[in-house]
């Protein structure tokens, strides 16, 4: 396992050894003692899988406000997503800038996003399945968003007229957002 560093302090890259033969492939996405032994001491609590049925759907930006803040491990099991992370840890020299990555279930990796992180994602493909893991539970009373096409945060996204939820659709803008982290 390869655990890849980004531009933002605390987000990362996960590359799994991945074995192919005729038969099909093996891999092993998460081992908490190799993820520990990379700094990484999450002890995930909850799974979670979206299907997104049509191209262009656009989920996020999305947190959880502190006590139940989490970091997230995602990964595509079908398809491919345009993953996003914005830091909104106030205190971070990167606080408000954003990264994005291709992940797909052709290339394996998965991305690691660590507490003090709004996320959103955009299919790239019709039926893309994404797995992430969360440590700590979904509480809807401490769930937060930031709007997906925010003009201060400026996400290059890949579509013009993604396929939203009502609730993506009226999230806050950055500007007045006020930092839980």
């Known amino acids: 396992?390869?655990?890849?560093?980004?531009?933002?302090?605390?987000?990362?890259?996960?590359?799994?050894?991945?074995?192919?033969?005729?038969?099909?492939?093996?891999?092993?996405?998460?081992?908490?003692?190799?993820?520990?032994?990379?700094?990484?001491?999450?002890?995930f609590v909850q799974d979670n899988h979206s299907l997104s049925v049509e191209k262009g759907v656009l989920r996020g930006l999305h947190f959880q406000k502190p006590p139940y803040a989490?970091?997230?491990?995602?990964?595509?099991?079908?398809?491919?997503?345009?993953?996003?992370?914005?830091?909104?840890?106030?205190?971070?020299?990167?606080?408000?800038?954003?990264?994005?990555?291709?992940?797909?279930?052709?290339?394996?990796?998965?991305?690691?996003?660590?507490?003090?992180f709004a996320h959103g994602f955009c299919t790239l493909e019709e039926n893309t399945e994404v797995f992430y893991k969360c440590d700590n539970f979904y509480m809807p009373e401490y769930e937060g968003s930031i709007r997906w096409n925010d003009p201060l945060i400026n996400i290059d996204w890949?579509?013009?007229?993604?396929?939203?939820?009502?609730?993506d659709s009226n999230a806050s803008f950055f500007k007045d957002f006020t930092s839980p982290f």
């Open 158 to 167: 890949p579509v013009n007229e993604p396929i939203i939820s009502e609730r």
């Open 70 to 116: 989490q970091a997230k491990l995602l990964r595509v099991f079908h398809g491919s997503i345009y993953d996003v992370a914005v830091d909104l840890r106030k205190e971070s020299p990167t606080y408000g800038k954003w990264r994005g990555f291709i992940l797909t279930n052709e290339n394996f990796k998965l991305l690691y996003i660590p507490i003090g």
């Open 1 to 43: 396992m390869e655990i890849i560093k980004t531009e933002i302090e605390g987000l990362l890259i996960v590359k799994p050894k991945v074995f192919k033969d005729k038969r099909g492939f093996f891999l092993e996405p998460y081992s908490r003692r190799a993820f520990s032994e990379n700094g990484i001491a999450n002890q």
